[in-house]
């Protein structure tokens, strides 16, 4: 908030530099007796009479009695003139509101003039309102109804200029003035915050009549999120919870979305909450909070979703022996499986023609030379913490592919012979 000077701001004046020099008889050392003999007093100045004891003393009453009246002289003009301005306030509400006797009874308070049509001397300005934004420079619009009108400005209580003497110690605030049709007495506020929000008073005071304007200065902030969940790990079919939090004025919307292919969107509010969560639900969720005053403020957090292995692809070529055999198996799980291979109930390692190449989600088994003892059933296993699948397929010479292997040419041309006697069947009947 913009504020005006306190009382104490104005206390200096009253200080002056103590003439220490004028302290005759003054030694660094020894005594100092006067000729009227009175006793030394021993100071940390040295030595000195009763009689510049009591001048010193008269200086420090003279000092301390201006001190005093500065005080309460600042003090008093700042407290009444707060007083009155509450009263102009209190009679303008009761004059707009159509409650007569109320303004005159505050009238009479400080000898202020009713808002009754004779003898009128106030002119109350319709309040207004400035709406600036946050790090904007607001810009309070007043002026002055002739060359002798004097302006002053007020926050509240507090004097922020009076005339072209500022007595504020805001560095970001300024009077607006240009001479012209009218002259322009507008205060200027740099880097405006929602601190300097309230009701500001230009006081206009002519020859004849005071004219108060009111103006409300409201401040509006983008939205900003300041708290969002952290990066979280659930296993599948957990409840989740995230929460994001942000401020602005006004008030920003917060809304989820799933940064997915899919791109689901949430019901709006500060949590979002995921009964029994899929593996199909994982990844980011941005939160976006926003009002009408600047671009909406996104943050994301991430959800990683445990589940356990499930192999979706098990793939074999049939090859002759001295060829080279690939058996290849992928799974899906989160965290990331670890894959083995089988023959039959024995495990098989590398080595010996023998290669096991393990990816995140996929494992190629490659048989660098094949031999007769090497034909037979594979089993590919994947493991993680949270469980185990695991697939088959046989791999055998290309002519004696079994009933059921895809891919094969043998199956196709079997497929023909049968659709042709099939034919020929019915064709006879």
Known sequence: MATGSEPGGCLLLALLPFPISSLDGVQATGESTSSRGQVPIKTNLGNYTERHFSGFSRRIILFSSRYLYFYFLITARIVLHSAVMDIMIAVQDACVSGQWLTAIILSFCCFL??????????????????????????????????????????????????????????????????????????????????????????????????????????????????????????????????????????EPKISWRHISPSARKYESGEYLNITGITRDQAGDYECGAENDIASPDTKTVRVTVNFPPAIHEMRSHGVRPGQIALLRCEAAAVPSPVFEWYKGEKRINMGQGIDIKNLSSRSVLTVKNMTQDRYGNYTCVAVNRLGTANASVPLIPPNTAPYGSTGGAEVLLACRYLILALSSLVSVY
């Open 113 to 250: 003039p009713s808002c009754l049509p004779a003898g009128q001397t106030v002119d109350y300005a319709s309040s207004e309102s400035v709406v600036s934004r946050q790090g904007d420079t607001a810009l309070l619009r007043c002026y002055l109804l002739d060359g002798i009108s004097k302006g002053a400005w007020l926050n509240r209580s507090s004097i922020i200029y009076a005339g072209n003497d500022k007595w504020s110690g805001d560095p970001r605030v300024s009077i607006v003035s240009n001479v012209g049709d009218k002259h322009e007495y507008s205060l200027q506020i740099q880097k405006v915050d929602v601190t300097d929000e309230g009701l500001y008073t230009c006081s206009i005071q002519s020859e004849r009549n005071l004219r108060p304007k009111l103006i409300q200065l409201i401040v509006k902030v983008p939205p900003k999120i300041y708290d969002i969940s952290s990066d979280i790990t659930v296993n599948e079919g957990s409840n989740v919870s995230l929460i994001c939090s942000a401020s602005g004025k006004p």
